[in-house]
């Protein structure tokens, strides 16, 4: 993405030196001609390598889409889902007593699993809603360790093994 910004500026200061100080640097006409071709195509490699970036997703962010479980938790709904456009959903359950989720958009930054959740999107799947409780707007988990079938994050200093399905 660095590449990228470094482009746009270049293209846009060849802009300016050609256009915007006319008066102070006499330009002919075929220099300006000249000028303006090579912005341009700085301009439009600079939107090629933004558009083949993939939404600005990293490799790491891209092997870790998919769905995390808990078995001993459960074995029917995932606890975590992670999508390939960055939506998100985490589903917080309680066996027998609680279940709901909360949709949010997700990235990795530094090591750590961040989702910015959407406190307006709780759907309750089984139990009483007053059980809920707060939801945090953001929750950032280190990741402790990513293989392709487990996610090992950190939880108020506890570790939790999350098991990955492709379904």
């Known amino acids: 993405m660095l590449f990228c910004s470094e482009i746009w500026k270049i293209a846009i200061a060849v802009r300016i030196f050609v ?3 006319p008066g102070k640097f006499p330009i002919d006409t075929s ?3 000249l000028a303006f071709t090579f912005s341009t195509s700085l ?3 600079a939107l090629l390598a933004l558009s083949a970036s993939c939404s600005g997703m990293s ?3 891209k092997i870790m889409v998919g769905k995390y479980y808990i078995p001993a938790i459960s074995d029917t709904h995932p606890l975590i889902e992670l999508d390939a456009d960055r939506n998100a959903v985490l589903r917080a359950i309680r066996p027998g007593e609680l279940s709901f989720y909360v949709a949010g958009q997700w990235r990795v930054e530094n090591d750590s699993l961040i989702i910015d959740n959407d406190a307006s999107s ?5 139990g009483d809603p007053s059980l809920v409780g707060t939801v945090a707007p953001r929750v950032a988990y280190p990741i402790v360790n990513f293989d392709e079938t487990t996610l090992r994050i950190e939880k108020q200093g506890i570790i939790y093994d999350y098991h990955r399905r492709m379904n």
């Open 43 to 45: 301009s439009a490699l």
């Open 19 to 21: 256009y915007a100080l």
């Open 31 to 33: 220099m300006k001609s």
């Open 59 to 61: 490799e790491r962010e």
């Open 122 to 126: 709780i759907t309750i799947e089984e």
